[in-house]
């Protein structure tokens, strides 16, 4: 009998022993926290840099259309330019019932190294001070006060040294207010979303192909109505987002994340665009997208 009582405390005892094993097994083996790579953040940086830029029919491209759509000549007003390299056919449509105007924009610009070719759709939408539409930018001597701006969808490719851009879809609607004077400010009604696949070129020769979308909105930037030289540069305001990419590595070495989200911020005005993606601070140029 003794001897039955101690086998069964012992075993009693090497199953309280079993049990806390495991628990120290379960506390020592943990899901490792995860790390944003040096690397994955930059090739973030340079694809934001590149969607948001002007000669590649970034985000600075549309906020110029919606910035001349509400002068007496519309977009035309810088559409069509005298640069031999940078060619603009538009066409428009008015509905009398809804007051929307559709253009269709086609566009190429191209330089010595870098080639861009897009289309756009959009559709805007002239509004009086009493927020009744009328036709035109000016009627019966009356400015609109506000311009209601979407952007239906769109195509696009754009490849310079460091970057090969495929569009695969492109949709915002943006509410400008103060149209009526010398500065607009724009906001988004729904967030400027751009998805499309980017082919980076980094340092040491390395290939990476993002699979991405990026997610924008607008909070009071303010820009000169009708724009002109450098009006980027006069253009003010903080943009907040979120890049979202799948990575493909097709030559050099591969970085830790193969799923890249950072939340970003973009800075307006001046020479350069300041973007803040990951904690992590860029200067880009508002007109080629280079990180510099």
């Not at 754009?158 to 569009?167: I, K």
């Not at 009006?231 to 050099?252: D, M, N, R």
Request: net charge neutral.
């Amino acid at each position: 009998m003794k001897l039955k009582i101690i086998v069964y405390f012992a075993l009693i005892l090497i199953g309280i022993g079993f049990l806390d094993g495991c628990k120290k097994n379960d506390n020592t083996v943990s899901a490792p926290t995860a790390t944003q790579d040096p690397t994955a953040t930059s090739d973030a940086a340079t694809s934001l840099a590149g969607a948001m830029a002007i000669n590649s029919g970034g985000v600075l491209d549309q906020v110029s259309d919606l910035l001349n759509t509400p002068t007496s000549t519309g977009l035309l007003s810088k559409s069509i330019a005298s640069d031999p390299n940078f060619i603009t056919s538009a066409t428009y449509s008015y509905d009398s019932t809804s007051g929307w105007w559709t253009v269709n924009i086609d566009r190429t610009r191209s330089g010595a190294l870098w080639y861009s070719h897009y289309t756009r759709e959009y559709m805007h939408q002239f509004l009086n001070q009493n927020g009744q539409f009328q036709k035109y930018y000016i009627n019966s001597g009356d400015t609109a006060y506000t311009v209601n701006h979407h952007i239906v969808g769109g195509t696009g490719v754009f490849n310079n040294l460091w970057l090969s851009h495929q569009l695969k879809s492109l949709s915002c609607e943006w509410v400008a207010t103060g149209t009526n004077t010398s500065t607009v400010t724009i906001n988004t009604t729904s967030p400027y979303i751009r998805s499309a696949i980017d082919t980076v070129t980094g340092a040491l020769g390395g290939v990476r192909t993002l699979d991405h979308s990026i997610t924008v909105n607008f909070i009071n930037v303010k820009g000169p109505r009708g724009t002109g030289l450098d009006w980027y540069a006069k253009t003010s305001g903080t943009i907040t987002g979120h890049y979202h990419a799948l990575v493909t590595f097709t030559k050099g070495a591969a970085y830790s994340e193969h799923t890249i989200d950072r939340d970003f911020t973009i800075t307006l005005g001046g020479t350069k665009v300041i973007l803040v993606v990951g904690g992590t601070t860029f200067q880009a140029d508002p007109n080629t997208g280079q990180i510099q």
